[in-house]
């Protein structure tokens, strides 16, 4: 058997759906890599398996508008479970369109999540020991913007 042939194909397992409570985006302005925006998270909902938690407000989607198809994305935030604790989430985005659908979006406008590429790697850090495994695996995610939340939706890379 050969090195390659030992590696394990990686499997994605549910971890988590999100639904984040966004504000209205205060435009920044043109830098040298793009459009600079921040949109506030001001609350939200989380689910996983035998858990939920909030999204705490006071977060921030730290967004660059690089052309007229793609933005970068870089959302952080923290949640609380319902036991208390408290993870902290760095979520890095992108998300793309077609030129049309792309000027809806950064207008607030409802669009065909079928026609956004929304892809994301979120990280996780937190002191509590019940969930200390999640700063110690990768995560997938994928997402939907709706005009008021980002609807996203997390698997463990196993």
Known sequence: MSDFE????????????????VGQPQVLGQGPGGLRRVVPITGGQARGHGWTARVLPGGSDFQLIVGE????????????TDAGDL???QNHAIRSASRETMARLLRGEPVDPAQVYFRCTPH??????????????LFL??????????VMRFWAVN
């Open 6 to 21: 030992a590696i394990a194909t990686p499997s994605l397992e549910h971890f988590a759906d999100l639904r984040v409570e």
């Open 69 to 80: 198809t793609l933005s970068v994305l870089d959302a952080r935030y923290g949640l609380e």
């Open 87 to 89: 993870v902290y989430v």
């Open 124 to 137: 996780f850090e937190t002191a509590s020991p019940a969930l200390a495994w999640i700063a110690e695996r």
């Open 141 to 150: 995610g994928a997402g939907v913007r709706r005009p008021a939340e980002v």
